[in-house]
Structures are given as structure tokens and as C-alpha cells.
């Protein structure tokens, strides 16, 4: 479980996001920093019984920084009001698939797939899903995988089908597909759950057939 504090802190600072605020309260972000980090550990360990790829992973591999690239961004806030963490093979330098979970205040959320890949990796990908169209299908519409994530997020879609695919291809409302990631909101409340642990295993093994299918096709 993650500590109700982690939370609160971070609620604290999305209405406090400046440097000022953020020294004085340093220790508070160190617990909450932390605590998370214990949870990722404790995520991890788990995770590495069900997916061997992730035997060699570290926590602190996974956990990203709180501070924003703010150089290209309107936004100047200095700091991120959620901690994200990524489970994958090639920890957070390599663009591969692998597993997500989300703290935020008001939107927490377990997920994972591939977000964004770029253009060679992309053209693999729909190349992938084209050929084994059957084998894709049978994924997104497993059991496990529908109760858990209904199905792959659509915000990153093409309007038309992409170079080299007909419209009436049986896989063209995937391959118009920009990232290919599934996501489950959880409240508030879950996420101090002593079970929280356990769920977030059970939800990424679930998509652990995704995951393998998108790094096979990378893979190629």
C-alpha cells in the first residue's frame, strides 16, 4: 500500500508547484519519494516471478524524476504532480513496451503497452499486427484483459488508414493506432488498499501477452 501522506503531498504541491515551497517541504517529498519507491520494490519483486524480463530491473531504474523538462513547454511549472514508474526490459532509456502505474491525486491508474514509438519501431509494429492479425485479436479480447482495460487507449489515432493499408484491412482500426497502450483508473482510496500490491501484479500480468507481442515485433 502507499501511505495516505504520499498523497496528501502531492495534492500540496500541484497547489504549491515552486521551488520555494518544494525546499521548504523537502523532507515531506523524501518520505513520499520513498514510500513510493518501497512500493515499486515491493511491485517489482513480485513482477519478476511472472515476467522474466524483468529479472535484472532495479527500482530506482523505474521510478521517474519529479522534476519536468520545462525548456520546450509553455508550462514552466518546475515539478511533475504525480509519481510514475515504468516496468520494462530496457528500463526508462530504451523505448520499449513494459508496465505502468500512475500516482496522482484524483487520477491513478494502472496501464502499460508502448506510448508514441517512433517511426521505425511504429512501422514494425503495424507490419506485426497486419501479419498475425489473429494472434493480436485474440490478446485484446482476452478475458482478463477486457475486465481490466475494456481495451487499448484511441487519444493517438489516425483519421485515415496509414500509408501502405486499405480500409477494409480486418486490423485497419488498430494499425491507424499511434501508441498502443491499455490503462485502468483506481481511486483515491485503492491505493492506500492493502492489497494494492497484489492487484497491481495481478493487472500487469494480464497484459503481460500485450507487452511480449509488441517487444517481439520491435524485436524483428
Request: proline fraction near 5%; charge should be positive; hydrophobic fraction near 35%.
Amino acid at each position: 500500500m502507499i501511505q495516505p501522506s504520499t498523497l496528501q503531498f502531492l495534492k500540496a504541491l500541484k497547489k504549491n508547484n515552486n521551488r520555494e515551497w518544494f525546499e521548504k517541504n523537502r523532507p515531506k517529498y523524501e518520505n513520499a519519494k520513498q514510500d513510493y519507491l518501497d512500493f515499486v520494490a515491493e511491485v517489482l519483486e513480485g513482477m519478476k516471478l511472472k515476467d522474466k524480463t524483468l529479472e535484472f530491473l532495479e527500482p530506482k531504474q523505474c521510478v521517474f524524476r519529479i522534476n519536468r523538462d520545462v525548456r520546450f513547454s509553455k508550462n514552466k511549472d518546475p515539478y511533475k504532480t504525480n509519481f510514475g514508474a515504468s516496468f520494462s526490459k530496457g528500463a526508462k532509456k530504451v523505448d520499449c513496451a513494459g508496465y505502468y502505474f500512475h500516482l496522482e491525486p484524483g487520477a491513478c491508474f494502472i496501464g502499460g503497452g508502448l506510448w508514441m514509438p517512433m517511426a521505425p519501431e511504429l512501422k514494425k509494429l503495424r507490419q506485426e499486427i497486419d501479419y498475425c492479425f489473429k494472434e493480436f485479436k485474440g490478446i485484446v479480447n482476452e478475458k482478463k484483459f477486457k475486465t481490466n482495460y475494456g481495451t487499448l487507449t484511441e487519444t493517438e489515432k489516425l483519421v485515415r488508414p496509414p500509408k501502405g493499408y486499405e480500409l477494409d484491412n480486418p486490423a485497419i482500426e488498430f494499425l491507424k493506432l499511434k501508441s498502443f497502450v491499455a490503462t485502468m483508473e483506481i481511486r483515491d482510496a485503492d491505493v492506500s488498499n492493502k492489497n494494492l500490491v497484489k492487484k497491481v501484479i495481478t493487472c500487469f500480468e494480464s497484459m503481460k501477452p500485450l507487452v511480449y507481442f509488441l517487444n517481439k515485433a520491435i524485436d524483428l
